[in-house]
């Protein structure tokens, strides 16, 4: 076996499945954008949809596990208003397919018809001064796969702020090339995470002690397996990464908690709270606060979900077996 092949094997089946389908599913994407325009090319989002549910075992099957889950508990059951079927599945798919779509009109600079509107916005003007010339404190903002986080992108170049992607494995490439070359003018501001966490923890530290954003998404385990934490989410015990969190612990910068629901066509909410004010951790406390930051990213992660229930996208196993 050679290098390459067991460093895939050793990672989770989500950073391999990303890095064998983005490019395929980026292409598709513009090229019905270009050549159909965004009101008709929609209207193929629901055969996509259907396309994924027949073909795609291993996403159909966790979107059954997350459903089950969710209708397991009390506000899940009232959320979703019913048991969930392979109807339930589909519109995951749909709303997945949709926030793809959106993600690339934006990224190519198709903003027409776009409304924003940002629940918790204050939080980020509240932010306590930094050290840096611009006298503004930077921040470590934790999302998910809920909804569609790059909007926040959108909403941080109109306020002027600087936000740097954390992005896991050979993806990033992918994802680099595909912007440069569909926005030569995109500002690709992007951390690559690799075999060796050291470096990328340097670049998010310099970043955050300038003053800027640095965005990281926490509801995946780690790509090589390790640092992870388990509390309870949706009634079950669930695996949560350490990383963003200790990481935060260690620099002392305050923690936001961020992402954007689709609330209709082509209208994004984003919902925003802070998670952690800052402050360096002594060592001896340092794991009761890292623990008490995966307990609220949980909480404002099951939150969303009860709200948003068909807009989680996680796709992978997530909850400890018994």
């Known amino acids: 076996m050679s290098a390459s092949e067991?460093?895939?094997r050793s990672r989770p089946a989500w950073a391999v499945k990303a890095e064998r389908g983005s490019a395929l599913a980026l292409r598709l994407m513009i090229g019905l954008i270009r050549r159909l325009g965004r009101p008709v090319s929609r209207l193929l989002m629901p055969p996509i949809a259907i396309y994924f549910l027949l073909t795609d075992t291993r996403a159909r099957?966790?979107?059954?596990?997350y459903l089950e889950?969710?209708?397991?508990?009390p506000e899940g059951r009232r959320a979703l208003g019913h048991a969930p079927d392979w109807r339930d599945c589909y519109r995951i798919l749909f709303e997945f397919s949709t926030s793809i779509f959106d993600?690339?009109?934006i990224w190519a600079g198709e903003k027409r018809g776009f409304r924003f509107t940002?629940?918790?916005a204050g939080h980020f003007a509240h932010l306590p001064a930094g050290r840096n010339p611009l006298g503004r404190c930077g921040a470590l903002v934790?999302?998910?796969h809920l909804g569609t986080f790059d909007m926040m992108r959108a909403i941080s170049l109109e306020v002027d702020l600087r936000v740097h992607a954390v992005i896991y494995g050979g993806n990033a490439e992918t994802i680099q090339n595909f912007l440069g070359a569909l926005n030569p003018d995109h500002d690709?501001?992007?951390?690559?995470?690799?075999?060796d966490p050291a470096a990328p923890a340097l670049e998010i530290r310099a970043a955050i002690e300038r003053g800027e954003f640095v965005a990281i998404l926490a509801d995946r385990v780690p790509l090589h397996g390790r640092g992870t934490h388990t509390v309870p989410f949706l009634g079950a015990p669930a695996r949560f990464s350490e990383g963003p969190f200790q990481l935060a612990a260690l620099i002392g910068c305050p923690v936001m908690v961020a992402t954007a629901l689709r609330v209709g066509d082509a209208a994004y909410?984003?919902?925003s709270e802070p998670l952690y004010p800052g402050g360096r951790v002594p060592r001896a406390h340092r794991a009761k606060v890292v623990h008490e930051m995966i307990e609220g990213y949980a909480r404002w992660l099951e939150r969303l979900c009860l709200r948003a229930p068909y807009q989680w996208f996680n796709f992978f196993d997530f909850w400890e077996r018994s």
């Open 6 to 8: 067991s460093a895939a």
């Open 61 to 65: 099957r966790a979107c059954r596990q």
């Open 69 to 73: 889950r969710l209708a397991s508990t």
């Open 103 to 105: 993600r690339i009109c």
């Open 118 to 120: 940002h629940r918790g």
């Open 142 to 144: 934790v999302g998910a």
């Open 188 to 195: 690709l501001a992007m951390i690559h995470v690799g075999a």
């Open 269 to 271: 909410e984003v919902v």
